[in-house]
């Protein structure tokens, strides 16, 4: 069965991305690499800060437009109940968490 992930990626600088993929891995690579969208390479938007998984992509895309929606300090409260310390999901022993397994950045 597919997995689809709701995603919210941060910049140094606290800038905050959400978006929906069928492969997590895949999508933080192509935002990391300048590939992922304008928005995320013009603001260095490249730290997996929280994620979710759902089996029905529009069960997905209907968490995705409503955090989208919400006030930035309603999505960093969103972040905190996962990771407290906005750390990159995606690197330093989060790569099994976020399903990152055997990847390697580009």
Known sequence: MRS?????????????????TNDLARRVWEHRTGRGSEFVAQYHVHKLVYFEEFRDVRQAIDREKQ????????????IATMNPGWEDLAREGGEERAGMAGREEG
């Open 4 to 20: 689809y992930y709701v995603y919210i990626m941060a910049s140094r600088s606290g800038v905050l991305y959400t978006g929906v």
């Open 67 to 78: 955090v989208k929606a919400w006030r930035r300090s309603k999505r960093a409260a969103l």
